[in-house]
Structure formats: structure tokens, C-alpha cells
């Protein structure tokens, strides 16, 4: 069984530009979170999605948003970047996302911010 | 807010010991996960801890949350080398997902 993919690995961009990363969950997993981890501010919890919905969202600028698609497939997008949006992003996936099953996590993608 | 406490942030063990982390948090919660990450590594989950008293092993790890307490302890029973990782522990608190700043574990021979 395939795991958590997310791609691209890894990522530079210069400030200002808008970047889009994509998760692929384990088949017949639907929910996808999506986090952020940085040596300064360490992980953070960007957002849930499942069944194409958002169901939570941590605390970040509206630059930051996402979506997923009917084959769970999730994609997130971050706009005007700053240079504090470099960071290792993973994408995780669960059966259901009830917060009860463990989740899988995909090798993440490494974004640099010149 | 939540806030998410983990002890210590750095520990050295010799192999064959045992240690604890704690995991201390500030408001109620039910639901508490542990993972781990080696180094240049993404997570792993390795617990999933949903009600006060809830006990969790595998191998040498294992996992306990007092939810009137808000804590949760992650111990480790006679310490081998490929334990070496950083832990975090995680807490959502109706919808409010924190992490706690991670434990690096060395494992010494």
C-alpha cells in the first residue's frame, strides 16, 4: 500500500511569489492535515481537511489556505511568501479524521524563501 | 489559549535505563498523541491517547494520560540506541491543535 506522497520534496522561491504544495493520503484515507514546522516557532497545525471541507484551521494569515478533492487528494497554497514561511510542510493522513486513529505522514516538502 | 509544556527538552540516556517525559497542558483536552522524528525525518505517530487513564505500550515506549492532571508521560523502559529521535507530544483541545517544543533523546552505549 502506497503512503502519504507530497511533492514536490523540496521547494526555493523568492518573497513575494505564491507557492502550491501537494499531498496525496494513502487510498481510502480521507482526511488530510497539513503542518508547519520551523526551528523558531517549531510545529504548527495549519488545517483539516475531509470530504473536500475544511474542518479546523490553526492560526495563520489568510495567505495560507487549502483545499481538497473528491480523491481526497489535498493541495495547500501559500500566497505572497515571506521569508518566515520557510519551513518543512507534512501532510498526514487518517482513516477518518476523528482525531482516534493515527495518522501517516508523508516525507514533507521543504520550502526555502530567498 | 493552549499551551503545551514538554519536559525535558534535551535528554541523555545510557543504554539499559529508563526515563520518563512529561507532557503538561493547559486546558482540557481528551486527546493527546506522541510521535516521533529522527533527524531530517518527518513524523511518526506512535500513540494515540483518548481518555483519562488510557495506557498505551509498544515495546519499549509507553504512553499515559491523567486528563484531571493534563498531563501525559511518555516512558521509556531500558533505553536502546535506535531510540534516539526527537518526541513531541501534540494536544487538541476542541479544534485547537498545539504541539509541545519536542524532547530530543540521545541513547548512549
Known amino acids: 500500500k502506497a503512503g502519504v506522497t507530497q511533492t514536490p520534496r523540496y521547494l526555493i522561491k523568492t518573497r513575494g511569489q505564491q507557492v502550491t504544495l501537494s499531498c496525496s493520503p494513502i487510498s481510502g484515507h480521507r482526511s488530510v492535515s497539513w503542518y508547519q514546522q520551523t526551528p523558531g516557532q517549531g510545529l504548527q497545525f495549519l488545517f483539516e481537511y475531509f470530504s473536500e471541507t475544511q474542518r479546523n484551521k490553526g492560526n495563520f494569515p489568510g495567505r495560507f489556505s487549502g483545499r481538497q478533492f473528491s480523491n481526497s487528494r489535498s493541495e495547500m497554497n501559500v500566497s505572497t511568501l515571506e521569508l518566515g514561511d520557510s519551513a518543512l510542510y507534512l501532510c498526514a493522513s487518517s482513516l477518518e479524521g476523528t482525531g482516534s486513529q493515527p495518522q501517516h505522514f508523508g516525507d514533507g516538502t521543504r520550502l526555502s524563501i530567498l | 489559549e493552549l499551551k503545551v509544556e514538554q519536559n525535558p527538552l534535551f535528554l541523555s540516556m545510557q543504554e539499559g535505563k529508563n526515563y520518563t517525559i512529561y507532557c503538561n497542558y493547559s486546558t482540557t483536552s481528551d486527546r493527546l498523541y506522541w510521535y516521533r522524528q529522527d533527524p531530517g525525518k518527518s513524523l511518526e505517530s506512535l500513540f494515540v491517547?483518548?481518555?483519562?487513564?488510557a495506557v498505551k505500550q509498544e515495546g519499549r515506549l509507553m504512553a499515559s494520560l491523567d486528563t484531571k492532571a493534563r498531563l501525559s508521560t511518555l516512558h521509556i523502559t531500558a533505553a536502546v540506541h535506535d531510540l534516539s529521535a526527537t518526541y513531541f507530544c501534540a494536544v487538541d483541545a476542541y479544534n485547537d491543535m498545539r504541539f509541545g517544543a519536542g524532547t530530543r533523546l540521545t541513547v548512549k552505549p
Open positions: 491517547l483518548l481518555s483519562n487513564g
